[in-house]
């Protein structure tokens, strides 16, 4: 079985890997006979493109949407509006298997998504089997191919995941994402559950893999230290929404809307005397079900105007990417 990475088709024929329009999901909340409940916008009216072997990371506080949004990305949800795009097509229109093979999920804890009764080699080749690829031997052979690109002794293969480091449950993870060689992972969240020497590691690892076989990458986070590291570009979500989408260079060096700025600040430095960061967002994160009028983020926003609480901001687009903010008012550049 051949385990090659595949050949990348020239740039100016390609279409994106993932398009996404005005894609929307939306939850009833405590309906019932005598009521209709409340509307929760999970995510809201969300643009994004992303180009064949492109990085785009999207970062945001818990409940800002990113998983959400993933979800319907890997066919797990269906959208209440809007379009999601797998190589030009929608993926209403593609069948779960087909799916499967051009989309694979990376999750957060490895250890509850691996099987605990299944041996590594047998989690490793479940896709495989899924999809009735090769004999046992051949499977076999391939799943000893894969442990050695995603950095695992093939003498693991009998072992199973509680005998496992947690960066090696994740690599197991990894391994079993690639082995029906998809053209896109979505990792959500891979490395929080991780130590920081081990999440470098993974972070390494991913890079390493993304080379070898041309893949394209979603990844999610809520943390925008490690998109600088890995990601080309850089979606801020917040209540459902992106407020901000640059590259990944603009939104840690020049980030335009207050969240990310705030979000950028609460990266931890290297420096122990400066303690845990601030955000300096004042009170919480809203209730979704009761969001603010106007712009969402207002309440917590330093920079807040009267406009802010009465009406909702445009978005602008410009040569630096897009923005949601009073700000910027639309046509407006930086």
Request: hydrophobic letters at 35%; glycine letters at 8%; aromatic letters at 4%.
């Given at each position: ?18 398009e996404i329009?005005?894609?929307?999901r ?11 409940g409340?509307?929760l ?5 969300v ?11 999207i ?12 979800r ?15 190589d030009g097509?929608?993926i ?6 087909e ?9 957060q804890?490895?250890?509850s ?9 047998q ?11 090769g ?11 894969m442990?050695?690109?995603?950095g ?12 496992l480091?947690?960066?090696q ?6 391994a ?12 959500d969240?891979?490395?929080s ?11 390494n ?24 590291f ?16 640059a590259t990944?260079?603009?939104v840690?060096n ?10 950028l600040g609460?990266v931890l430095?290297?420096?122990p005397?400066?303690g ?11 209730d979704?079900l009761?969001?603010?009028?106007g ?40």
């Amino acid at each position: 079985m051949n385990m090659q990475p595949k050949t990348q088709q020239s740039p100016a024929t390609q279409t994106p890997a993932v398009e996404i329009a005005n894609l929307s999901r939306s939850f009833q909340v405590g309906a019932s006979l005598m009521s209709k409940g409340k509307t929760l916008r999970a995510v809201e009216d969300v643009n994004l493109s992303v180009k064949r072997g492109e990085v785009l990371g999207i970062v945001g506080e818990s409940g800002s949407g990113k998983t959400t949004l993933s979800r319907m990305m890997l066919g797990l949800m269906k959208p209440s509006g809007g379009s999601i795009r797998i190589d030009g097509q929608n993926i209403t229109t593609i069948g779960r298997s087909e799916l499967s093979r051009k989309v694979q999920p990376v999750f957060q804890d490895p250890y509850s998504s691996l099987n605990p009764r299944k041996t590594i080699g047998q989690i490793i080749s479940l896709p495989l089997e899924t999809h009735g690829s090769g004999s046992r031997e051949e499977r076999t052979k391939a799943v000893e191919e894969m442990m050695l690109q995603v950095g695992l002794a093939p003498r693991l293969i009998h072992s199973y995941p509680s005998q496992l480091s947690g960066g090696q449950r994740q690599r197991v993870a990894i391994a079993r994402a690639l082995m029906i060689r998809p053209e896109i992972l979505i990792c959500d969240e891979p490395t929080s559950a991780l130590d920081v020497s081990v999440q470098a590691q993974i972070l390494n690892l991913l890079k390493d893999l993304r080379e070898k076989f041309n893949l394209t990458y979603i990844f999610i986070t809520h943390d925008l230290g490690i998109l600088e590291f890995i990601a080309d570009r850089v979606a801020v979500m917040y209540m459902g929404r992106v407020v901000e989408s640059a590259t990944a260079w603009n939104v840690m060096n020049a980030p335009r809307h207050p969240y990310a700025e705030a979000l950028l600040g609460s990266v931890l430095t290297p420096d122990p005397k400066l303690g845990l960061p601030d955000l300096h967002l004042g009170r919480g994160f809203p209730d979704p079900l009761n969001p603010p009028t106007g712009c969402s983020f207002h309440p917590r926003c330093p920079k807040a105007m009267p406009q802010c609480s009465a009406n909702a901001p445009r978005t602008t687009r410009d040569e630096h990417g897009l923005v949601e903010c009073h700000l910027y008012p639309e046509g407006a550049s930086k």
